[in-house]
């Protein structure tokens, strides 16, 4: 996901107002008329929370608006905003309202982590991490996703939990995983915190604890995981969480649907491809 500011910096009062005016009013309608005309009178101000935020809308807007998004992550960028820097760095990487370009992307998002976005610290670790726009190092992953964790970025914190976890980059250390899983308490961050219970401490309860947990907010491993352990006492509970798991892709539970002979559900990643097709 992109930056999406929530409160201007500048020091204009007035521009503060028109800006959390159309921030609200974005809560109601994601394209409201007024709010993008009082973004637009904030951007001539050169409020770089303003451009950042109307790049954000009118990149989910008609081919137009789409264009001018990435003038306006470009003017932010130029103007020193490391979410304006982000956001091209997303576009780019991601191939959003431009051409996909890796090596564009990660020059983008190292520019960001650079000014001290700590999200942006994140995805350039990932870059890092898989080789992606640069060459594979996952020295330098860890490096980016250890400042990025310390800055607060919550997928950060669990990318260097698992970085403690698998002993990429470091040294295995499941005391330090253990403790920034539980800091970034996403439902990604609770399976890892089940895994450890489960499968290096042998405390199975604690373990079941945090597996629920992470199924609970529908993280498609721990549905799963979860699954195969209730299947022979709630067959019926262990075939809905299945199936959850499949419709958010996992492919192990598409295989489990697949030999009890149920139907795999179409994941929801397909279903936004045709989506887009048919829109």
Known sequence: MMDRPSSSVSSDKEVCARFSKAYELLKEDGHDPQAIELLQKNVLKNCTSSIVLLGDVYS?????????????????????????MRNLGYCYAVGINVERDKEEGARWYTESAEAGNARAMCNIGVMYDFGNGVPQDRDKAFGWYLRSAQGGCTRGMTN?????????????DLDEAERWFRESNSPRAIYHLAEIYLDEKNDTERGMTFLRLSAEAEYSKALYRYATIVEKDDPECAREMYLKAASKGNSDAKEKLEALGIPVPESRMAKKKKEKKTS
Not at 160 to 172: A, D, I, P, S
């Open 160 to 172: 260097l939990g698992e970085f403690y976890l698998y002993g990429k980059g470091t040294e295995r």
């Open 60 to 84: 989910q807007g008609d081919e137009t608006e789409r264009k001018e998004s990435i003038k306006l992550f470009r003017k932010a960028a130029a103007l020193g905003d490391s979410s304006g």
